[in-house]
Structures are given as C-alpha cells and as structure tokens.
C-alpha cells in the first residue's frame, strides 16, 4: 500500500499482477486479524492501481466486481 501511495504522489501509475482466484468482493478486517491467515498479503485501493494483469489478461480494477459475478455464474453451472 505504501508503494501505491508514493506512485500515486509521484503522478506514477501502479499495475497490479495477481489471479482472479485472490479477488474478493467483501474484506472483513477485526483488528489483528489477517486475511486468510497471510501477513503478507495487502489490500490496494482500486483508486491507486487502476489496472490489474490476470490470467484472463489486463482488466480496470473497477472491473473486479464483473469477474466475480462471472466467477460465480461460472462456478454455478
């Protein structure tokens, strides 16, 4: 989150490399508590990294939500 921030400081934009399966739609932070029990694992603001590389290819970050929804259909049938 740092990094993002400095890049979004520095007018710089930040590209986020992941797999869909690391997307979530909800996160529930209760202090110490760790999001599936990784310390290493950070949450960035769509706002300081609007693009995302997945194994479907580049997506907008605001275009999480979409490939969740089709996740799930995909996961329905």
Known sequence: M???LACEAACV??????????FFDKV???GNVSLMG???IEIV????APMIITEIGPVPSTS?????R???LESND
Not at 13 to 22: E, G, H, I, L, Y
Not at 45 to 48: A, G, M, R
Not at 64 to 68: S, T
């Open 2 to 4: 740092l990094i993002a």
């Open 13 to 22: 934009p930040v590209v986020v490399v992941t797999q869909t399966f690391k």
């Open 28 to 30: 529930l932070s209760h």
């Open 38 to 40: 990784r310390e290493d």
């Open 45 to 48: 603001p769509c706002q300081l």
């Open 64 to 68: 999480a939500p979409a490939i969740l």
């Open 70 to 72: 089709a996740k799930s």
